[in-house]
């Protein structure tokens, strides 16, 4: 026997895996690698034919996407990222261009903030008119402090708020804008992280490096690369739709079953299913039973061994072991057995908090934890079979064999 992993490394596994490691692939790996390779004084000469067209091709894409698929988010910020353009490229010289410049680095990320708060029903619903007449406001607004106000206008676009004076050629409170924007994203990442949201972290910075570009071509660049870091969110949460599964967060059987299709030829599969899942649904509910769910995956998630889980369906999951037999992955199971029999779990009623209080009334403690068990079978090539469905029904016949010997334990 091994020892058992800590709750540290478990919580680290957990946070790297759902958390750091969407966020910074591929967002980061695009973002930097192609603001460096626009920031360069020379671009590769096979890069430059292709650099004038670049970021309309992004820019196009981002709203062909955003139509074609419904993504009226994404087709909210390529529209935001092509007003941008066209202003960069026709500021006018003095006063002018500065004030129009600092309104827009000031409102492009509270508009990018209200955008992200969207949810994703079309273009054609209450809230996304309600958004498209505010930007007509705020469009007009401008243009008429312009035309009418425009030292007053500039004087408040100017006032100092920070103890320097100046940072840069953008106003102090566009600066404020974008870091509260940033903050604010970043705290609903990590709230809830979404690969649309990680790239929406990224574009931000993009988006403030156009602004403050000398050159229009340079401030292009930035706005593609930042376009283009969405499109990427948009393709990462597709992605995700079609092999994660919703509820549990587990990748599914479409996942599962290209894992398998590539496969070498030694490795061990295990079928685990939740005992007694139908009593939990018809007794306690079928939220319940959602929640039975989710802490089972949470523990599966984290199997040693290089185990990887997939909810197979229903209250059915499997683990795969590549390079390693039926031997060498029994520690492994039923440490993850003893793992789910050992937590406490408590149904959450609707008047349950969902942070623990401070001070805990007696009489109206929650009853008695619910049991939860889960049991095993599992298989490799050389007991189940060459082809992977001869090794899942070899598996899942092991699985047949726990339940019917008593349930909560590991058959082979």
């Not at 574009?203 to 401030?219: D, G, N």
């Not at 949470?298 to 390079?323: D, H, I, N």
Request: net charge positive; with cysteine.
């Amino acid at each position: 026997m091994f020892n058992r992993p800590s709750w540290s490394f478990m919580t680290l596994n957990l946070l790297v895996r759902k958390l750091i490691y969407p966020f910074i692939l591929p967002n980061a790996l695009v973002c930097l690698g192609l603001l460096y390779l626009f920031s360069r004084p020379e671009l590769p000469e096979a890069m430059r034919p292709f650099l004038p067209v670049f970021p309309w091709v992004v820019l196009g894409g981002a709203l062909f996407l955003g139509w074609r698929f419904n993504r009226s988010r994404l087709l909210w910020f390529a529209i935001l990222l092509v007003g941008c353009n066209l202003l960069l490229h026709h500021l006018p010289e003095g006063d002018s261009g500065r004030f129009l410049l600092g309104a827009a680095a000031t409102l492009l990320p509270v508009n990018f903030l209200l955008v992200s708060l969207f949810r994703e029903r079309g273009m054609i619903n209450p809230r996304s008119m309600l958004y498209g007449s505010a930007l007509l406001a705020q469009v007009l607004t401008v243009a008429w402090l312009h035309h009418n106000d425009l030292p007053r206008a500039l004087g408040f676009l100017d006032s100092p708020l920070l103890p320097s004076a100046t940072l840069n050629a953008l106003p102090q409170l566009s600066h404020l804008s974008f870091l509260g924007a940033i903050a604010l994203l970043a705290w609903r990442y990590f709230r809830s992280p979404a690969a649309f949201e990680g790239s929406l972290l990224w574009a931000m910075p993009a988006v403030f490096l156009a602004l403050q570009a000398t050159v229009p071509e340079a401030a292009t660049r930035s706005l593609s690369v930042a376009g283009l870091l969405l499109v990427l969110g948009v393709v990462e949460s597709s992605h995700a739709m079609a092999y994660r599964d919703e509820l549990t967060g587990l990748h599914g059987r479409r996942a599962l079953n290209e894992l398998l299709d590539r496969q070498g030829s030694r490795y061990a599969l295990a079928m685990l299913d939740i005992d007694h899942f139908k009593k939990f649904n018809d007794t306690h509910g079928h939220d319940v039973g959602d929640q039975v769910l989710k802490m089972v995956a949470g523990k599966l998630a984290a199997v040693t061994g290089g185990g990887r889980t997939f909810r197979y369906g229903g209250e059915e999951f499997t683990v795969v072991f590549a390079r390693k037999n039926t031997d060498e992955v029994i520690d492994h199971l039923e440490q993850l057995r003893e793992s789910v029999a050992e937590a406490r779990f408590y149904p959450r009623g609707n008047d349950r908090p969902k942070k623990r209080p401070k001070t805990i009334d007696k009489k109206q403690m929650a009853p008695a934890p619910l049991s939860v068990t889960i049991s095993i079978g599992v298989s490799d090539r050389k007991t189940g079979g060459v082809k992977p469905e001869q090794i899942l029904k070899s598996a899942d016949e092991a699985l047949y064999r726990a339940k019917k010997a008593g349930r909560n334990q590991v058959c082979t």
